[in-house]
């Protein structure tokens, strides 16, 4: 299982492939623009003209893409992975995708002789960076032990959640906490400024109480500083969260928090911002 191939080296994917590359795997890595994988290949990456080339070549086939548009096209399209992959291999898509989605390539997987994981993570590019994303697994237990090392070099909080399409359930169950969380600190913190007082100081006195999150001791701290820059994209939000709306009608639920942060995130996205880090929700309230 020392053969990885890799797709989807964006805002995080790069920082995952280069951690891989520190335990000791040999990666394999293809992508539409190949000056974007330039630093990686330098570095001892090995490149591949097309995805299907790959797939052919690799133990293991990691995806972390956009939408769950371009996962199906991946995996189930004629020509796709569960065709060209060799049997015994093994599959994880990362991409935060359909749970729906998830069970049928993994169904399909197995009718091909390959094992099939939905591995979504959480962390942001700082978590890829320094290795210690939260990785949501769904699948076959066998198949997350054959896993589990890839998955150590890449975060801390490594959980098999159940069967196929569970580990993308937990990533909406992660993405409504954020969803709402990220009102809250953005919210606040606008508020402290109008109030008169010093942003920063104020986040010193919240942050490690009961107001403190992920968000707000990291994203925050951004936005003091005026940086917008994408540790994950608005519009990447913006479709998790129509996942996990799309989801709960499934259910019957309601989640009204969950509605009102992708209504305010459509907003940014309608200014221009689709491509800002979620911290970008500030931005709301001028």
Excluded: C
């Excluded at 700082?126 to 198949?143: F, P, Q, R, W, Y």
């Excluded at 159940?162 to 709402?180: C, D, L, R, W, Y």
């Excluded at 402290?192 to 990291?218: F, H, M, Q, T, Y």
């Amino acid at each position: 299982m020392k053969k990885i191939g890799f797709i989807g080296i964006g805002v995080m994917g790069k920082s995952m492939v280069r951690n891989l590359l520190k335990a000791g795997f040999d990666l394999h890595i293809y992508t539409r623009t190949k000056s974007k994988a330039e630093e990686l290949l330098n570095e001892g990456v090995t490149w591949h003209d097309n995805p299907a080339e790959l797939a052919a070549t690799v133990d293991v086939l990691i995806t972390m893409v956009g939408y769950p548009s371009d996962v199906e096209e991946l995996y189930l399209s004629e020509g796709g992975f569960l065709e060209t992959m060799q049997p015994d291999t093994l599959a994880i898509d990362m991409t935060t995708s359909s749970p729906e989605l998830a069970a049928q390539i993994a169904a399909e997987g197995i009718e091909a002789g390959i094992a099939v994981l939905d591995a979504p993570v959480s962390g942001g590019d700082i978590g890829a960076k320094n290795g210690t994303l939260s990785i949501m697994v769904g699948g076959d237990e066998s198949a997350f032990q054959r896993a589990k090392p890839i998955f150590e070099a890449l975060g801390e909080s490594i959980i098999l959640q159940g069967g196929a399409g569970s580990g993308q359930h937990t990533k909406m169950v992660n993405q409504i906490a954020i969803a709402s969380n990220m009102i809250g600190v953005t919210e606040a913190i606008f508020y402290a400024d109008k109030a008169g007082l010093d942003p920063e100081r104020v986040l010193k006195s919240i942050a490690g109480g009961a107001a403190g999150s992920w968000s707000l001791s990291n994203l925050i701290p951004r936005v003091l500083k005026d940086d917008f820059s994408p540790g994950f994209f608005i519009k990447h939000f913006i479709k998790d969260m129509r996942i996990a709306i799309d989801e709960a009608k499934k259910m019957g639920i309601d989640l009204p928090g969950l509605i009102l942060a992708e209504q305010m995130y459509q907003t940014l996205a309608e200014r221009g911002l689709s491509e800002a880090g979620t911290q970008a929700l500030i931005k709301y309230y001028n």
